[in-house]
Each structure stands twice: as structure tokens, then as C-alpha cells.
């Protein structure tokens, strides 16, 4: 556990944070997977547990009271139990130039604040605040280390499945197919071959899912930037599996003001704990 004047960030294994879950009566969590544990027998994923359970002693993130009662960090079990039952959330999620996928998640209650990432394979890191911007500052330092271009094209209303299809034509490299997809789809010929582009080479392909209310009706938008030399794609849907979507070519700013200006409810004030209470949360209260 990192702690800073208005900031906790516990760092949890794979088997910890499970057993915290569990601990919690939850069972899953974005980003843990289906098998969080791997292909492993019942005995096996207990004695593995059981480490982890052993492991949060020895750290004090379990800890007894005077009668011997076992508890969570009340600060850990805050950073959970947000992650877990948000008010609001946050996916980003780009391709970085190694190929690996990079994913982070912000996760918004009303006194508290958690960023979810993972360091490493296996690893967790929770970021429990005040304030978030809400990976904000990512989108903007991503898009804005793409180069400018004033290019821009009308926005053009379609299919998620055209989309798909242009997109699997790019991966096997039928640059020809792919315009004439698109343009089938009806994009114009120059913006077709324009996308066709940059669905062959990006520089940059981000996602972004912005989630504004859960319940009881589901607010969200969702952001796909598909960017290179020649500017970028912006890709709008109102959620991940939306049959239409709208696709426009911008510049990277035209792009950023695009996306920021969706981003300002969920960086709106919080009404929120002082930092002074973010500590406290931090310290043991089995």
C-alpha cells in the first residue's frame, strides 16, 4: 500500500484480490476474466486462497480485533466495494506499438474515487482518492502525441457490421477491398480510402467507454479513435454492441474536443470525503 496526501493505492495479486472480492459476497469484477484463477481444480484454487488470505495478514490488510474477529483495511474494502458498485465508470483501453492491449478502468462512487490498472501480469493496482479525472488525462496525452491534421470529412452514419467487415478486410490486407466496402457502406470514395488508411496502419486505436449512470437505466457513449499520419477516425455509438454507429474523419484536436466534452459529467465536482478522511480510510478497522 502506496499512501499520499489524498491518495491509497493498494497493490493486490490476482488470488488477494479474489478473495477480497469473495469476501465482499462479489464474485466478479472488470477486468479479473472468467477464470481469474486459471484451470484449476477446487483443491488447488482453495490452497491458493488460502496463500492469499495469509499473505493479507502478513501486510496487515486483514488485521483482528480485540476479539480476535478478522476484518478488511477499511480503506482496501472502500477501493473494492467501489470498483465493484460504481455510480459511474470509465474503460480505456488502447494498443500499444508492441502490440499488447493496455487497459484501464476509473470507477466513480458518491464520496469516492477508484483507478483501477494492472502494472503487471497478474497484478492489480487500486488507486482509492477523492477526485479522478477519469483517464481524462490519458486520452488527451495519447491524441495529442498523434500528428496534426486539418482534415475532416461529414459524419457518416453506419453499420457496426460494415464496419466489422471493412475492419476484417484491413487485417488481410486488401486495402482495395476495403474502399470499395466502405464506399458500398456509403462513405464517399476519397474519405473511404482515407479510413481504409487507418484501418490498415493505425498509429493509434483506442477505446473508450464512458458510463454515466448504470441504473436503473443505462447512460453511456462509446469512443473509437483510429488514428495515423493522416488524422483520425472517430467512431460513435450510445453503447459497445450498437447496431449503428457514426464514423467522421477529424484532426487529433478536432477529435480530443470531441471526446472531452462527453467526458465533463463524469469530471463534474464530486461530493466527496476531505483527504484527511482518505487516510483515515487507509488505517485498519477490522
Given at each position: 500500500m502506496n499512501s499520499h496526501s489524498d491518495t491509497v493505492t493498494y497493490r493486490l495479486s490476482q488470488e488477494e484480490l479474489l478473495l477480497i472480492l469473495r469476501g465482499l459476497g462479489a464474485e466478479r469484477l472488470t477486468g479479473l476474466g472468467d477464470s481469474p484463477l486459471g484451470p484449476v481444480d477446487k483443491d488447488t484454487e482453495m490452497r491458493l486462497l488460502d496463500a492469499a488470505g495469509r499473505a493479507l495478514f502478513a501486510r496487515g490488510l486483514i488485521a483482528a480485533?480485540?476479539?480476535?474477529?478478522?476484518?478488511?483495511?477499511?480503506?482496501?474494502?472502500?477501493?473494492?466495494?467501489?470498483?465493484?458498485?460504481?455510480?459511474?465508470?470509465?474503460?480505456?483501453?488502447?494498443?500499444?506499438?508492441?502490440?499488447?492491449?493496455?487497459?484501464?478502468?476509473?470507477?466513480?462512487?458518491?464520496?469516492?474515487?477508484?483507478?483501477?490498472?494492472?502494472p503487471m501480469n497478474g497484478i492489480h493496482d487500486l488507486e482509492l482518492g477523492v477526485t479522478s479525472d477519469m483517464g481524462s488525462a490519458i486520452v488527451r496525452e495519447l491524441l495529442m502525441g498523434l500528428p496534426e491534421n486539418e482534415r475532416s470529412t461529414p459524419p457518416y452514419p453506419l453499420k457496426q457490421a460494415a464496419l466489422a467487415q471493412a475492419h476484417k478486410l484491413a487485417d488481410q490486407g486488401d486495402g482495395d477491398a476495403v474502399t470499395e466496402s466502405l464506399t458500398s457502406a456509403g462513405i464517399a470514395a476519397d474519405h473511404?480510402?482515407?479510413?481504409?488508411?487507418?484501418?490498415?496502419?493505425?498509429?493509434?486505436?483506442?477505446?473508450?467507454?464512458l458510463i454515466y449512470r448504470l441504473s436503473p437505466t443505462l447512460e453511456q457513449k462509446v469512443f473509437t479513435l483510429i488514428g495515423n499520419g493522416a488524422g483520425c477516425?472517430?467512431?460513435?455509438?450510445?453503447?459497445?454492441?450498437a447496431n449503428e454507429v457514426v464514423v467522421q474523419?477529424?484532426?487529433?484536436?478536432?477529435?480530443?474536443?470531441?471526446?472531452?466534452?462527453?467526458?465533463?459529467?463524469?469530471?463534474?465536482?464530486?461530493?466527496?470525503?476531505?483527504?484527511?478522511?482518505?487516510?483515515?480510510?487507509s488505517q485498519k478497522n477490522p
Open positions: 480485533d480485540e476479539k480476535g474477529h478478522l476484518g478488511l483495511d477499511r480503506g482496501m474494502s472502500a477501493a473494492v466495494s467501489a470498483c465493484v458498485y460504481p455510480a459511474q465508470m470509465v474503460s480505456v483501453a488502447h494498443r500499444r506499438a508492441n502490440g499488447d492491449i493496455e487497459q484501464r478502468y476509473f470507477y466513480r462512487v458518491p464520496e469516492l474515487a477508484v483507478a483501477h490498472s494492472f473511404a480510402r482515407w479510413l481504409a488508411g487507418a484501418l490498415a496502419a493505425p498509429a493509434l486505436r483506442l477505446v473508450i467507454q477516425w472517430l467512431v460513435e455509438a450510445d453503447q459497445l454492441e474523419g477529424l484532426s487529433a484536436k478536432q477529435a480530443l474536443d470531441t471526446i472531452l466534452a462527453a467526458y465533463r459529467p463524469l469530471i463534474a465536482p464530486l461530493a466527496v470525503e476531505q483527504p484527511s478522511q482518505i487516510r483515515q480510510a
